[in-house]
């Protein structure tokens, strides 16, 4: 196929991935409004692992066509554009959405941070040790990401029956209500069709999604990893954008803010699968690639940048436009750019 007819194919089903991403999302939100789960299953588990799905579907593609590199690429990518999406939805909230946040979410911030600093080692010292095809530093990263979640629901908990830390039944884990269309018997059999259809719709579509980037990058003499860390990247995390501008339109910053941290911890949580399906060998020693690096890098260098402006950030505005996120921004084309040029 020319470069022109891998571009359309990526077109489509990027867009038909996304929107069955987004549906996906409202769906399972609305499957917790509707039966009242709520709490540490919908922003820890629901909806972080609905708005991670396409990632996970696209990802497992592209490692059985053999491009490790895009996969490796996408989830490094991905958590960049989770970062993107924090400056954005502080960007258009009503207020500087941030600084107001709890600083509990500098905890989940920096366990992100430690599980992706994992996965640079991981590529950047292909050792090779692995149990059968899975690679060790996968499985490592895997246990890691088990067991921080474990610490800090216990944490939280702890904290919360001490009365020294928040409670769990505050708006940073609850529904965002923005797909509810009743709560009875029929509304959650509606919604679970729906989430069932959704689900289809990805892993229809994100395998050609992941083909039609490859094409693309043999076909335009682009690595894997740039077309991963940008096109793919942004595509699969449109949700993630979709789910956080609908919970901060009601005023659920942390929830936002939860599942944007959550789903860059999941990330390198889902490397565990990706490495699983591929059977080559081990998934990070097979990415030969600086940009796979520089992605991975740029990936803790926003999330410091992020977990700095939580912690410390000010509600200075300049004409309505916030520093803080517009340093963020900047500094995501900045890596963009890097991982680009790295990629040449």
């Avoid at 260098?301 to 921004?329: F, Q, S, Y």
Wanted: aromatic share 4%; hydrophobic share 55%.
């Amino acid at each position: 196929m020319t470069l022109g007819a891998w571009a359309s194919v990526f077109v489509v089903s990027a867009g038909a991935l996304v929107l069955a991403g987004i549906y996906l999302a409202r769906a399972g939100d609305e499957i917790a409004t509707v039966t009242g789960v709520g709490g540490l299953l919908v922003g820890g588990i629901l909806l972080a692992g609905a708005t991670s799905l396409p990632e996970v579907a696209t990802d497992v593609t592209a490692v059985l066509e053999g491009a490790p590199s895009l996969a490796v690429g996408d989830l490094f990518g991905s958590s960049m554009a989770n970062m993107a999406i924090l400056a954005v939805i502080d960007l258009v909230g009503r207020r500087h959405v941030l600084p107001a946040i709890e600083l509990a979410h500098a905890q989940i911030g920096s366990i992100a941070m430690a599980l992706t600093a994992l996965a640079v080692i991981g590529v950047a010292t292909p050792v090779g040790l692995a149990i059968g095809w899975i690679g060790m530093d996968t499985l490592v990263v895997g246990i890691a990401y088990v067991t921080a979640i474990v610490w800090v629901r216990r944490s939280r908990a702890e904290r919360a029956r001490n009365g020294t830390g928040p409670e769990l039944t505050r708006q940073t884990l609850r529904p965002t209500g923005w797909g509810v269309r009743g709560a009875d018997g029929a509304g959650l059999r509606s919604a679970l069709l729906r989430f069932g259809l959704a689900a289809a719709g990805v892993v229809v579509s994100a395998p050609l999604v992941a083909i039609a980037a490859k094409g693309l990058a043999e076909e335009a003499a682009i690595g894997q990893t740039a077309i991963g860390t940008s096109l793919v990247a942004v595509a699969t995390s449109l949700p993630e954008l979709v789910a956080s501008l609908a919970a901060v339109r009601i005023g659920a910053h942390d929830l936002a803010v939860g599942n944007l941290f959550g789903s860059n911890a999941l990330n390198m949580g889902i490397l565990l699968v990706i490495d699983i399906a591929y059977v080559e060998g081990p998934l990070l020693s097979s990415v030969m690639s600086a940009s796979a690096i520089v992605a991975g890098v740029g990936a803790l260098l926003l999330m410091a940048l992020a977990i700095a402006i939580v912690v410390g950030g000010t509600e200075t505005r300049i004409r309505r436009l916030e520093p803080d996120a517009v340093l963020l921004l900047a500094a995501y084309v900045g890596c963009l750019a890097a991982v680009w040029f790295t990629s040449t």
